[in-house]
């Protein structure tokens, strides 16, 4: 249904725009991101006593926002009213700022519709006085309640879905009170995981203390087997020094231990082969059997 078919009323707001909403669409970075901006509301349209959406002008471009109504669908184009439009959205919103369905549009290269998620649209303050300030906040009053009353709608709907499909209210309470109980075991099983975590730090350390104790103790091994040996040369060398003490004392003449041997005496050359260095013990004549 073109413009030109609608049996309503519309009035025009003028170039100043005085009174009317103001919008700004952002978000949009694809093939018509120059479209982007503040738009005006154009002019109101009524049908009967009732408000119709209105339609939306771009400030600086001929591009326009409009609700399509036989396609029920929110559409940007420079034709108002237009079926054949650069972007649009399957929402039915009020007002622009109200629109959640995400919006599609057609890439000029291939004719192919894309989604867009980033698309969004927030009402905005005019700069020319209080007014439209007044006006601009009223806008998000109505919005947010609009919000409001659209949560409350969807929370009575889950509620009836859900007891659809799990009873009544005393069956809510006992799945409520079960859910209690599981994250209360929960909340008891993250206790004991920490203190697991706890212990096992402790563990870790006490192993690298029983491993320091070890080789200490080996270290001290070692040191007494060391002291051990020294010990048992010493008691050799007691009992040599012992065993010489006795001879000594028994007038036996034995070779003084290692520690204690006397100096060898100057040996001076003899003059010839039979006489002899004093001090020095003739050669022992043959042992004869």
């Known amino acids: 249904m073109s413009a030109t078919e609608r049996k309503s009323e519309r009035k025009s707001l003028g170039s100043d725009n005085e009174g009317g909403e103001s919008y700004r669409l952002y978000g949009h970075e694809g093939p018509y991101k120059n479209c982007m ?11 009967g006593n009732s408000l119709l959406r209105s339609v939306y002008r771009h400030e ?7 609700f399509h109504i036989k396609d ?18 399957p929402d039915t919103a009020a007002k622009p700022h109200l629109i959640i369905s995400p919006w599609k549009y057609i890439d000029p290269a291939t004719k192919s519709w894309s989604t867009e998620t980033g698309l969004k649209c927030e009402p905005t303050i005019l700069e020319d006085g209080s007014q439209s300030r007044r006006e601009s906040l009223r806008v998000q009053m109505r919005a947010m309640q609009s919000v409001i009353v659209a949560m409350k709608k969807e929370n009575a709907l889950l509620k009836e879905k859900v007891r659809a499909k799990w009873g009544d209210d005393n069956e809510m309470d006992a799945l409520r009170k079960r859910r209690q109980v599981l994250k209360d075991e929960v909340s008891r099983l993250v206790m004991r995981i920490s203190e697991l975590k706890k212990t096992k730090k402790q563990c870790t350390n006490l192993k690298r203390r029983k491993e320091m104790l070890e080789a200490q103790s080996r270290q001290i091994l070692q040191d007494l087997t060391q002291k051990e040996k020294d010990i048992k040369t010493l008691g050799l060398l007691d009992q040599q020094h012992a065993t010489h ?13 290692p520690a204690q041997l006397a100096p060898l005496p100057d040996v001076e050359e003899a003059d010839d082969d039979d006489d002899m ?13």
């Open 37 to 47: 901006g503040v738009f005006h509301e154009h002019f109101r349209e009524t049908q």
């Open 60 to 66: 600086f471009l001929p591009v326009y926002l409009y």
């Open 72 to 89: 029920s669908t929110w559409a940007l184009s420079n034709v108002i009213g237009s079926s054949k439009c650069w972007m649009y959205t």
């Open 245 to 257: 003490n006795k001879a000594n004392g028994a007038g036996l003449d034995i070779d003084p231990p």
């Open 277 to 289: 260095p004093s001090g020095v013990a003739p050669p022992l004549a043959p042992y004869e059997v």
